[in-house]
Structure formats: structure tokens, C-alpha cells
């Protein structure tokens, strides 16, 4: 019985961020054919609709036509992200894909010259990462994260904000909970460029619609 929740709970997280998805790559998208794309009936389509306008995870705006634009709000960008790395954590190919995409952000951080780095995030992405910058000039400053209470991570050294720790030349976010909530936060201190993430975690860097507008 506990599975079969568990099955449902994965279904249901699974066409949620299917629908978010639907949404920001077309505001224009019709419910048939995000029903389509996602494989469920119209009405299930429209009832999930409804539920992200009520969780405010959606804005809906009357278009020409009687047609309707849908926008993602800031809840929503965090939600699509926090339910993609729900997603992957449980996804076979999750470390393989995880040390690919390490890899590539450890070359960007070498072409650039940047050799002190700070990870964002206590999570398996840590482990993954350090086994990552083995053999290069890229040194791991430490694991900045305000939700644990532990003063090393994957022999790490932990820090409670970034600003405790010394000069960093980049971050890479390795928060699997929150990555957009995350990397919104790091971009008020650090300059944008230097703010490496994961492309798995399907950030959103551009700014999103917000509930006033």
C-alpha cells in the first residue's frame, strides 16, 4: 500500500513539473496540448492548471481571441526547480549525469582562471563534485549551507554564509532541495558569471513574472 503511494506521490510530482515546464517554454500553450504533450486527459490537464493558479505557482492573463497566456511567478520557477532535482535524486542515471555536468562546470571554471571555489549546498553533489576537481588546479574552498549542523561535509569545511568565507573566484550551486531559491540568493552578492550551476537543475535566469505585475 505505502508503494503504491509512493507511486502515485511520483506520478503526480512528475505531471506537475510537466505542466511548469509546458508553461515556460509557451505562455501561449492550450490546455489540449499540454494534455497532449504530457499524456493525460484535458479535464486532468485543467485540473492541474487550477491548482498551480490556487498555490500561486501560475499567473493566468486573458488574451486575444478568448485565449488565455499563462506565466510562471516566482514560486514557480523555485517549485520547477525544487521538483527537478526531486526527479533526478531518484533517477538511476543521476550520479552519471551529475559527474558529466560536474565536469563541464570544472572546465568552465578553468578556462576562466577561477581556482578558488565554494559549493553551495550540502547534498551528493558535494562528494560528486570533489572526486571532480581531483588532479586539477581548482582548490574547494568549502560547503556553505545553513540548514546543518556539522562543522565538516564530504571533508569539507562548513560555513554558515559565504561571506565567511575567504576570497572565492566562483560558486557552484549544489543544493538539490531549493537550487533556484539558492541561486537566486547568490546572485544579489556575486556577479552572475561567476554563479555556476548544474544545467540539470533547470534554473531559470532570467527574472520572472512577479505577483504585482
Not at 504530457?38 to 488574451?63: D, P, S, T
Not at 499563462?70 to 538511476?92: D, V
Not at 560558486?171 to 537566486?184: G, H, L, S, W
Amino acid at each position: 500500500m505505502a508503494n503504491s503511494r509512493n507511486n502515485a506521490s511520483d506520478t503526480d510530482a512528475e505531471t506537475l513539473l510537466g505542466v511548469l515546464n509546458a508553461i515556460e517554454n509557451n505562455s501561449r500553450v492550450t490546455q489540449r496540448a499540454v494534455a497532449s504533450n504530457l499524456g493525460i486527459a484535458v479535464g486532468l490537464a485543467n485540473a492541474y492548471l487550477k491548482r498551480c493558479i490556487k498555490k500561486g505557482l501560475i499567473k493566468v492573463f486573458q488574451a486575444p481571441a478568448n485565449r488565455y497566456a499563462y506565466y510562471l511567478t516566482p514560486s514557480g520557477f523555485s517549485e520547477k526547480s525544487r521538483l527537478t532535482a526531486q526527479y533526478l535524486s531518484i533517477s538511476f542515471n543521476f550520479y552519471r549525469e551529475a559527474r558529466t555536468q560536474c565536469l563541464e562546470l570544472i572546465r568552465i571554471i578553468d578556462e576562466n582562471n577561477w581556482n578558488r571555489v565554494a559549493l553551495y549546498g550540502a547534498s551528493d553533489l558535494v562528494e560528486i563534485m570533489t572526486l571532480c576537481v581531483a588532479d586539477t588546479n581548482v582548490e574547494l574552498l568549502g560547503v556553505v549551507d545553513k540548514e546543518i549542523e556539522l562543522d565538516r561535509f564530504s571533508g569539507l569545511t562548513v560555513f554558515q554564509n559565504i561571506e565567511e568565507m575567504d576570497p572565492i573566484d566562483a560558486v557552484i550551486v549544489t543544493d538539490i532541495k531549493n537550487p533556484q531559491t539558492t541561486f537566486d540568493e547568490i546572485i544579489k552578492k556575486l556577479p552572475r558569471e561567476r554563479v555556476l550551476v548544474p544545467r540539470f537543475f533547470n534554473i531559470t535566469h532570467h527574472q520572472p513574472v512577479t505577483k504585482e505585475q
